[in-house]
């Protein structure tokens, strides 16, 4: 039986995502399931968020409630992941599971990172205003969306010299 591994997706209680994940892993682990069940994750994101001045890159669960798992669906798995303590039942109409399709998957973006928008673009003047280039100001020559880190070229020694910084270390000069 070569059937390939679908994602489906199991309802917890709330809270419960990580604790339903480590308890499906050590169940494959200790029967020796890992040919049934492949994967198990919460889907997670990294939001910077802004509280005054202070950015902080904060990772939330972008489903609470749900955890999502690789696997190729028999009797033996469905009754695993069912019977964990904390899932209260499989996504999908009655007791049959319904597998994610390839687009819900991506969509769901099980690994991907959303930046808050840094609010600086190419060629702003900015002022350094902490790590060991604090006190430095010059613009921003190269902006990485998705890290948030920007080049900022800055006069040095009178010679002008690019600098690597995360976003959150700058502020805008006026």
């Known amino acids: 039986m070569a059937e390939e591994a679908k994602w489906y997706v199991a309802h917890t209680y709330s809270g419960y995502e990580n604790k339903v994940k480590e308890s499906i892993e050590k ?3 200790n029967r020796g399931l890992d040919n049934l069940i492949k994967d198990v994750k919460v889907p997670m994101e990294d939001v910077i968020e802004k509280r005054g001045d202070k950015e902080k890159v904060v990772s ?3 489903f609470p409630g749900y955890v999502v798992i690789k ?3 028999t009797d033996e798995s469905w009754y695993v992941v069912r019977n964990t303590r904390g899932v209260t039942g499989f996504v999908g109409p009655g007791s049959k599971p319904v597998p994610l399709s390839d687009a819900e998957v991506e ?3 099980v690994d991907t990172i959303r930046h808050a928008d840094i609010g600086f673009k190419e060629g702003d003047l900015v002022e350094i205003r902490s790590g060991p280039m604090e006190g430095f ?3 921003i020559e190269k902006i990485d969306r998705e890290t948030g880190t920007l ?4 006069s040095m020694f009178g010679r002008e010299t ?3 910084i995360n976003s959150s270390q ?3 000069v006026d």
């Open 151 to 154: 080049w900022v070229k800055v």
């Open 162 to 164: 690019s600098v690597e």
């Open 71 to 73: 696997m190729i669906m």
């Open 107 to 109: 969509k769901m973006g």
């Open 137 to 139: 100001s010059g613009n």
């Open 170 to 172: 700058v502020q805008a």
């Open 27 to 29: 169940t494959v682990e």
């Open 60 to 62: 939330r669960k972008i």
